[in-house]
Structure formats: structure tokens, C-alpha cells
């Protein structure tokens, strides 16, 4: 059998519906490619939407039902699913970076940094699967919003576009609620689930960082101010609404100097 492209087979990754498979099927491609048993990305016809699950149900923001983490098992699985959800969107969003732009003429640098983020994108969401499954629930349960990937649409054929809005501004929200979130796991007794959000907050500062340093030498290399790049697409892009709280220390290390977000707020 004729040896693929990471390209063509990150388009299979998206094409897949089910939920582990999908997560699955992503973390097989990562250690082929690692283990370099893939072709360097081309450029293949890339779906503007993922492959998805009939369940759950995707609804506006407004309508998902407000979430609390208390001794309550359903509501502590209501809050782990809607991280699932994001942990989802974010293993296409991965793979959706390396088919649509991996093969643009970035060094190979660009495709490894997507496939460690997309590996740990999958591990994340199993944890989070597995925790669900242990409080009497699963992933499909609950309506779920369709604001990451509506985003991702929107900066599909501008790559500095959607390292500025989708990881630097939606996933960045991440670091700065998840501390939160941990501490009411701990005070209604579950350690398992706080100790799978540690865990991915720890590695959400990595892969944060990773798209911030590849904003910053794209804009570079273009002669562009990062920061000054940064505030005009969020205006673009986001109406120029970044709001507070902002965890600045996580912030920092992810490579989002608080330069960047003070004057969009």
C-alpha cells in the first residue's frame, strides 16, 4: 500500500464521526507520523465542517443549560461534558490546521507541533469520556454550542487569522477559568476529575504557547507587529471583545503578554 500524506489522512480524522474513533484514529496518525511512516502534507480538499455524532444536540450559547459543580453527580458530568465538547472540537481543530495549511509551504516544525497538540487533544477528550462514564453519563447527553467551530469557519483561509482568534482568544478562555473549576471539583470531593483538568490545563498552556510562537514569527516574517496584528484581528473577528477575568501568569507562559488583550477588553 502506497504511503499517504499527513494531509490526506488528517482529512480522515475529520471525516470521522464517532467520537473515540475519531480520537483514536488521530492518535494512530500521530505516532505514524512521528515514526515516519507518513509523506509530508499536501494539499487536499478539506471539509469545511467535521464529521459529527448525531448527539449532541448543537443549539445557540444561550440555550445550553448553566452548569454546577457540586457534590451532585449530574452536575458535576454536565460541567466534564461541555469540556469534552471543546476537547472534541479541538482534536479537528488540530487536524483541520495541519490539512488546511500544513502543506503551505511552513517548515516541518508547523506539522509537528499540530500533531502533538491534536495527540494530547485526544487524550484529553478519552479522559474526559472516561470520567463521564463514571458518573452514569456520556458524551451526546447534553445539547452542546457550536461557537469553536463557527469561529474556525470564519478564519479558514487566513491562517493568522485563526491562530489569533481560535487558540489566542477562545482557547486561551480556558486557562483562565479551568483553575476555577478544579477547586469546586475538590470542594465537592472528586479528585478524579480535578486531577484530568490539571492535567489539562498543564498541557493547554503548551499548546496555547505553540500557536502564540507560530503567530509571532509569522507576523515577523511579514514585517507586522504581532501584538498590534493580534488586537486588529480580534476586532475583525471577535468585534474586539476579549473580556476579564484573565489568569495573566497562565497567560504568560502561553506566550499572551497581557500587551496583547488590556486594550481589547
Known amino acids: 500500500m502506497a504511503m499517504r500524506d499527513l494531509a490526506e489522512r488528517a482529512v480522515d480524522v475529520l471525516a470521522t464521526a464517532e467520537p473515540r474513533a475519531k480520537a483514536a484514529l488521530g492518535a494512530a496518525l500521530a505516532a505514524d507520523w512521528r515514526g515516519g511512516r507518513v509523506k509530508p502534507p499536501g494539499r487536499p480538499a478539506v471539509p469545511d465542517r467535521p464529521a459529527r455524532p448525531p448527539r449532541p ?3 445557540a450559547p444561550g440555550r445550553v443549560p448553566r ?8 452536575g458535576r458530568a454536565a460541567q466534564l461534558h461541555a469540556i469534552a465538547h471543546i476537547e472534541l472540537n479541538a482534536i479537528d481543530l488540530a487536524w483541520d490546521m495541519v490539512a488546511r495549511f500544513a502543506g503551505c509551504g511552513l517548515p516541518r516544525a508547523f506539522a509537528d507541533d499540530w500533531v502533538a497538540v491534536a495527540d494530547e487533544e485526544a487524550t484529553h477528550f478519552t479522559l474526559l469520556g472516561d470520567r463521564l462514564e463514571a458518573l452514569g453519563a456520556a ?9 469553536l467551530w463557527q469561529a474556525a469557519e470564519r478564519t479558514s483561509r487566513d491562517l493568522l487569522a485563526r491562530l489569533a482568534v481560535v487558540p489566542m482568544v477562545l482557547e486561551a478562555r480556558g486557562l483562565d477559568v479551568t483553575p476555577a473549576m478544579i477547586a469546586k471539583f475538590e470542594s465537592a470531593g472528586d479528585e478524579a476529575s480535578a486531577g484530568v483538568l490539571r492535567r489539562i490545563h498543564a498541557e493547554e498552556i503548551g499548546h496555547v504557547a505553540a500557536r ?11 514585517g507586522r507587529d504581532p501584538a498590534a496584528t493580534w488586537r486588529s484581528l480580534v476586532e475583525q473577528y471577535c468585534a474586539g471583545v476579549v473580556r476579564p ?19 481589547v477588553t
Open 139 to 147: 458524551y451526546g447527553d447534553l445539547p452542546a454550542h457550536d461557537g
Open 212 to 222: 502564540a510562537r507560530w503567530f509571532e514569527l509569522l507576523c515577523r516574517q511579514a
Open 67 to 74: 452548569r454546577r459543580i457540586t457534590a451532585d453527580p449530574k
Open 57 to 59: 444536540a448543537l443549539v
Open 245 to 263: 477575568p484573565f489568569n495573566d501568569a497562565a497567560r504568560a507562559r502561553a506566550g499572551i503578554p497581557a500587551e496583547y488583550y488590556a486594550t
